[in-house]
């Protein structure tokens, strides 16, 4: 446990950069690696929806780090003595008292998972025009917030949605854009401002503790409420840490109940922050938590577990606990760093600089020649996973949806997102990662793009199913066999 807040971090004699596990494996998963013509067939089965593939056909299992990640030993042990009363369990007291250590919140609802929290608080919070200003949405968070009516207005500054930048903290809300909304629409329509730790859909950004108390300052002044995600707060804060002048010595619980003082609400997705599963809403505000509480026990569960199992809870407990580690939040960004660092310097598209939650090619400059509405992201991810083995995940236009005439809203940036899941893969094994997307870029020409075959109307990235256009795959797979041989 991190007690003083100063970095602790080793230097190599060789002065080379490389990051190092502080944690040794002790359960392991056995792998497959399938040959190209299997991964092949495996794509078409999954109609070139990464999501539809099956875990058995996949090497690296980059496609999330939602409910994938490693947990500690301690978490383990923690999970053989939970207290599974229905109501009143002591596993949710210890809960509660993780949540006031690490979070400083009196309050908790337990919910199944983060998007859970969002409904809820959507429900409680959103009605038809009221306005939702964040730095940048969620899928699953603007999906809800559209549910009850209300409207997602995105503030992000200029930096955000640039590939290649060295800007530390493009998560940060633009004040000029926030004071124009809360202008445009009124401060009695706001519903609340949204702020994402780590922002997720635009390649695990983070934002600055400055920009944050600008942020709220505006809030308070307009007597909004400000509501924090904290579902990847970990890498936010080690950003902030190790990035923002004054926090460098600052111990991470510090640096912690400092953001979360200006907020006024919370939530998060325990299958992320605490390498569980689960999730929650918290607050210090006893109004905020009574507007919300009685829909807990209708759409998730009793309020002393709200849908997760117990033992979760007291895995929840000592994982949120953990992320007062540095070694533990440091592991995940430095392994990104690695391959990002790799793949920059090779010309290869990524964002820069290394975010927190994975690695994010971008698809638009990788394969320029293949139209957004031939969906460049979702044709990479099936591109990678047929050189590789990798699963990563579209984040680009398939993410998206389609406006009242029936045409595509074209993303903001096609991006193949490969997560690290915290703590799961080592560096040979994104070294390997390195080694296939070089080949693939090398290659890219190959590459074409994908039409819809079978298109849900509701989060279609999810479920949906394409095709490719054309016999791109076909000459992939003959240039790889050309290239290495009968390798795998
Ligand atoms: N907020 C953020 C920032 C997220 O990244 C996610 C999930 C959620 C909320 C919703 O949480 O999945 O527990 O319901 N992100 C996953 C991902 C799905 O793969 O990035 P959930």
């Known amino acids: 446990m991190e007690n003083s807040g100063k970095l602790k971090t080793v230097k190599f004699y060789s002065g080379e950069v490389t990051p190092l596990e502080m944690h040794k494996v002790r359960v392991v998963q056995k792998l497959n690696l399938l040959r190209i013509e299997e991964r092949k067939e495996a794509i078409y089965g999954a109609g070139f929806n990464t999501f539809l593939l099956m875990n058995k056909d996949v090497f690296l299992d980059m496609l999330t780090d ?7 030993d301690n978490q383990v042990a923690a999970m053989s003595v939970a207290d599974d009363s229905y109501a009143g369990s002591a596993s949710y007291t210890k809960l509660v008292g993780a949540i006031k250590e690490v979070f400083n919140q009196d309050y908790f609802l337990p919910v199944h998972q983060g998007r859970a929290a969002e409904h809820i608080i959507s ?35 200029d930096e955000a949605l640039k590939t290649k930048s060295d800007f530390p903290f493009k998560g940060n809300m633009d004040i000029n854009k926030l004071n124009k909304v809360i202008e445009e629409w009124g401060a009695e329509n706001v519903a609340y401002i949204r702020f994402e730790a780590g922002t997720n859909l635009i390649g695990g950004q983070p934002f600055s503790m400055a920009n944050l108390r600008e942020v709220s300052a505006i809030a308070k002044a307009h007597n909004i409420m400000l509501l924090m995600d904290t ?3 970990n890498e936010n804060l080690y950003f902030i840490k190790i990035r923002e002048e004054g926090y460098s010595d600052m111990p991470i619980k510090d640096i912690l109940h400092e953001m979360m003082s200006y907020t006024d609400f919370s939530y998060f997705s325990g299958r992320k922050v605490s390498c569980t599963r689960g999730g929650g809403i918290c607050t210090n505000n006893h109004d905020i938590y009574m507007k919300m509480r009685d829909w807990v026990p209708l759409f998730e569960g009793f309020l002393t577990y709200g849908g997760m199992s117990v033992r979760e809870i007291e895995a929840m ?14 592991h995940s960004p430095t392994f990104i760093k690695y391959l990002v660092d790799a793949l920059d310097s090779k010309g290869i598209p990524v964002i820069t600089p290394a975010g927190g939650l994975g690695c994010h090619l971008d698809a638009g400059l990788f394969i320029p020649h293949v139209p957004q509405t031939q969906y460049p992201a979702g044709a990479l991810a099936a591109a990678l996973f047929v ?3 990798i699963r990563g995940m579209e984040r680009g236009t398939i993410s998206s949806v ?3 005439n029936g045409d595509d809203v074209l993303a903001d940036v096609e991006l193949l997102r490969l997560a690290f899941p915290r703590r799961v893969f080592t560096l040979s094994q994104i070294k390997y990662a390195e080694d296939r997307i070089q080949w693939l870029f090398d290659n890219r020409h190959l590459i074409g793009g994908l039409e819809w075959v079978e ?3 509701v989060l279609r990235f999810f479920v949906g199913k394409l095709q490719p256009i054309g016999d791109w795959v076909d000459k992939l797979v003959a240039k790889f066999r050309q290239d290495f041989g009968d390798s795998l």
């Open 231 to 233: 579902s990847l707060i």
């Open 317 to 330: 407990a000592v994982g949120l606990i953990e992320t007062l580690d540095f070694n533990v939040i440091s």
């Open 123 to 157: 429900k409680s919070f959103c009605r038809p025009g009221t306005v939702v200003p964040m730095n940048y949405h969620f899928t699953t968070t603007k999906a809800h917030i559209e549910m009850a009516g209300s409207t997602v207005e995105e503030i992000y500054t």
């Open 387 to 389: 050189a590789s083995g």
């Open 402 to 404: 389609r406006d009242e």
């Open 455 to 457: 298109e849900p109307p």
């Open 66 to 72: 939602s409910g994938t990640n490693a947990m500690s």
